[in-house]
């Protein structure tokens, strides 16, 4: 799973690389992974917060990090079998 990974225009036009590192390097942490991985950037108190969740198995972790710019989105990450695309919401 997740071998072959791909970004939308939206997500390389909004979110930056390391944050686009950072949510591969998520989904590589998770030791049973679903096809969907869903997360949700937002700005907390000058930093950026990431929530990471799937359904099944159930997986919830919330990370807070320090960047110059904090971005607000949900991006998910789907696995075809084939292929792994990171999208924005908007664009599913």
Request: aromatic share 10%.
């Amino acid at each position: 799973m997740f071998t072959n990974r791909y970004i939308t225009r939206g997500v390389q036009s909004e979110i930056p690389v390391v944050l686009q590192i950072f949510m591969w390097d998520c989904i590589s942490a998770v030791s049973e992974k679903d096809y969907l991985q869903i997360f949700r950037l937002s700005e907390c108190n000058g930093k950026q917060k990431i929530v990471h969740e799937q359904e099944v198995p159930e997986y919830k972790r919330e990370y807070l990090l320090a960047v110059p710019e904090p971005v607000n989105a949900k991006v998910y990450v789907i696995d075809d079998g084939a292929h792994c695309t990171m999208l924005l919401a908007e664009e599913y």
